[in-house]
Nanobody
């Protein structure tokens, strides 16, 4: 079993920054990739950014140039540095991890709110 725990969400003003962290723990943590998704009220969950264990990254067009995803394979932690935040970034952010056996796990989510 694998557990994902996010931290770092909160309330920030437009133009501000936040850094999200997600740590994976458990007896079966063999990570192929990790990522961040978000879900705003009344909308479907969408991909924000993903990163493989070899540090290959992928970003949603809406966050390119503003968000940076990184991974610490040794510590099994994925980070999302969010800069130049705008109101449209307000959502619950979920960490996700895919193991080498193909099983995907989700965290419980952390709220990010951007005020204008």
């Amino acid at each position: 079993q694998v557990q994902l725990v996010e931290s770092g969400g909160g309330l920030v003003q437009t133009g501000g920054s936040l850094r999200l962290s997600c740590v994976a723990s458990g007896s079966e943590v063999r990570i192929a990739g990790m990522g961040w998704y978000r879900q705003a009220p009344g909308k479907q969950r969408e991909l924000v950014a993903t990163i493989t264990n070899s540090a290959s990254t992928n970003y949603a067009d809406s966050v390119k140039g503003r968000f940076t995803i990184s991974i610490d394979n040794a510590r099994k932690v994925v980070y999302l540095q969010m800069d130049s935040l705008i109101s449209e970034d307000t959502a619950v952010y979920y960490c996700s991890s895919v193991m080498l056996n193909g099983i995907r796990y989700w965290g419980q989510g952390t709220q990010v709110s951007v005020s204008s």
